[in-house]
T-cell receptor, first 114, second 111 residues
Framework: EAQVTQNPRYLITVTGKKLTVTCSQN?????MSWYRQDPGLGLRQIYY???????DKGDVPEGYKVSRKEKRNFPLILESPSPNQTSLYFC?????????????FGPGTRLTVT | TQLLEQSPQFLSIQEGENLTVYCNSS?????LQWYRQEPGEGPVLLVT?????EVKKLKRLTFQFGDARKDSSLHITAAQPGDTGLYLC???????????FGGGTRLMVKP
């Protein structure tokens, strides 16, 4: 089954404790990205990757890091989480269809930073 | 201020009613997508429109891309409780570019 998986699905942590949210896709997509979703703000892109070892900042990259060492994996790293990073996070992979990238989203990771 | 403004933000209707959700911008997009998101899940792509004036139908859902490619609408005919969810529009400035999402319209269809 074609899918994007994220782990963990839920995470409660404390300020400053480094964490990593994993993301993996089995569709051989080149393009992957991370979003955060906050009430009333829709989805905002944090980072994206066009291919292995190619990453770039999205709209809200501050406080986050990513890496793309393999095509299927795109982990999101919070080196020193803060309460304003409490949010619902989605990983997505996509391919270029017609004139746009059609995104396949993971199930989400709900992060709470106290 | 968001690049893509969706209206209304919330909509609660009875089963069988019709509704329209709007996605507006002052910017031109090369393509626009609509997604539906249900609680506890990620957004799922419904449709992509790429040509100004384009109309696409998906069963009871009709999507339209504005002639100037700055706006889009989603019309649902005879809404059903299964249509309940968060509807998101997303635009791309050009092919291969990242998507910008609107704030979403939360729809509730009561039986």
């Amino acid at each position: 089954e074609a899918q994007v998986t994220q782990n963990p699905r839920y995470l409660i942590t404390v300020t400053g404790k480094k964490l990593t949210v994993t993301c993996s896709q089995n569709m051989n997509h080149e393009y992957m990205s991370w979003y955060r979703q906050d009430p009333g703000l829709g989805l905002r892109q944090i980072y994206y990757s066009m291919n292995v070892e190619v990453t770039d900042k999205g709209d809200v990259p501050e406080g986050y890091k990513v890496s793309r060492k393999e095509k299927r994996n795109f982990p999101l790293i919070l080196e020193s989480p803060s309460p304003n990073q409490t949010s619902l996070y989605f990983c997505a992979s996509s391919f270029l269809s017609s004139r746009s990238y059609e995104q396949y989203f993971g199930p989400g990771t709900r992060l709470t930073v106290t | 201020t968001q690049l893509l403004e969706q209206s209304p933000q919330f909509l609660s209707i009875q089963e069988g009613e019709n509704l329209t959700v709007y996605c507006n911008s002052s910017s031109v997009f090369s393509s626009l997508q609509w997604y539906r998101q249900e609680p506890g899940e990620g957004p799922v792509l419904l449709v992509t429109v790429v040509t100004g004036g384009e109309v696409k139908k998906l069963k009871r859902l009709t999507f339209q891309f504005g002639d100037a490619r700055k706006d889009s609408s989603l019309h649902i005919t005879a809404a059903q409780p299964g249509d309940t969810g968060l509807y998101l529009c997303a635009g791309a400035k050009n092919a291969g570019n990242m998507l910008t999402f609107g704030g979403g319209t939360r729809l509730m269809v009561k039986p």
